[in-house]
């Protein structure tokens, strides 16, 4: 593929390098990896950022998969219509999936960040229900402040979308609404950006009632600055001279214009919505804080989408959590009790996935989500070991946790799908995270190595003590167990010698069995 940049010589006559695939077959290899569909449209492979289909599947591991049902129970299938013989004035209706085209800007020298990017846009276009028909990448110095990818060009890329067929324009950035105008006026279909995309997938994939209240709140904090009047029909605010320009007698209105009203309207749900969502703090602060109380150490299973964390969770825990080869399949966090090979109790929890350019209306919608992470005592930082830029997942991930203030959390990275992976590849990825830790949650490689360093990373009670437990109280053993760490254990004649790390609060239950260390 080869790479011009010509200067702009006009403010409205940018000649820009549009790359195609039309002509340029290495792009086929490089950027958009096609393959030929049965009715000839040239469509995406298996987008990068999903894994093979020959590579997924159930196991045992996962448990019940109840979800998968509900969610697969209605979906978009392209191409149906139903036939109907001598009835008339009946509208003949197709279910399809919508066709899309997808657009990028690269500066010189980002070209291979460029593509895996638009990758990840096929892998949520298609995660979202859509098919992918083609992708163009353009190299300038910045986007264009008016159309994104220049005039010239829109009209090129206008002409893309007819050829293929396609109703939906797709850039691989957060647009301006200036910029989505003004490129939906050139091409004539629908446009929209990444973040719109996410933002479907995050509605079709909530299903509880603080993940709803959280995705419209990102949703509708999206949507107000990027309200759009219609000319005259939005205008409330008629009136004056006929002469002078105004509408006469009786269209005085209440001096506010329909698009004002909308906007009050949005920024009331919004408000609404916030109050919801903190309703629903009590109740997950109250377990949190109970966990904290019998000092239950808690293990967040944070990374980027699509890399195995609720995979990982059911391994580790069979909690039966959905597990799809899909984009943000997760967005409530899922909490479950595990336990050390000495009987110390801990708790998993699986968050919501992260990606590159994440909208920073979900993260602060989500804030409350992500709180699961904050206040872990140990990460457990999922990478997938098959995907082509590690590196760059395990950047946008640290980012993410430094916004929500979990940098300083112990943190353990875990390189999950490592039975896609060959030898040199995971030697390359040591280089990348020399402690890291390799598993494989489909076929439980690593699995037992990865418990033992949860296990010693776990963080131990406070106090330290020896008690002679009379042998009636056995339900202090079982605390020790449960919550503490036993050192060590001895029968004696007037009860069960412990050396044990408890907290606080089981420290004052065994201070009348206190004894002094030996």
Known sequence: MTDTTTPDPAANSVEDDLEREAGAPDLVDRVLSRAESRTGA?????????????????????????????????????????ELEDVTEVEYRQLRLENVVLVGVYSQGSQTDAENSLRELAALAETAGAVVLDGVLQRRPHPDPATYIGRGKAAELKDIVAAVGADTVIADTELAPSQRRALEDVVKVKVIDRTTVILDIFSQHAKSREGKA????????????????WGESMSRQAGGQVGAGGAGMG???????????DRRRIRTKMAQLRRQIRDFAPAREAKRGERKRNTIPSVAIAGYTNAGKSSLLNRLTSAGVLVENALFATLDATVRRSETSDGRVYTLADTVGFVRNLPHQLVEAFRSTLEEV??????????DAHHPDPAGQ??????????????????????????????DTKMVLRGLEPKAVFVSSRTGEGIDELRTVIEAALPLPDIELRALVPYERGDLISAIHEQGHLLERSHEEGGTLVHAHVSERLAAALEPYRVAGR
């Not at 904090?221 to 009047?229: A, C, D, K, M, S």
């Open 42 to 82: 040239r469509v995406f492979g298996a987008a990068q950022a999903l894994q093979d289909r020959t590579t997924t599947g159930d196991g045992s591991a996962d448990g019940d998969q109840w979800d998968r049902e509900e969610r697969a129970a209605l979906r978009r299938v392209g191409g149906l219509s139903t």
């Open 374 to 383: 904050a206040d872990a005592d140990v990460i457990l930082h999922v990478v």
């Open 214 to 229: 959280q995705v419209e709140l990102a949703q509708l904090e999206y949507l107000l600055p990027r309200l759009r009047g």
């Open 394 to 423: 395990i950047q946008t991930v640290r980012d993410v946790m430094g916004d929500v203030g979990a940098r300083d959390i112990h943190e353990i990275v875990v390189f999950n799908k490592a039975d896609l992976v060959d030898e």
């Open 251 to 261: 269209s005085r209105g209440p001096g506010e214009t329909k698009i004002e009203l």
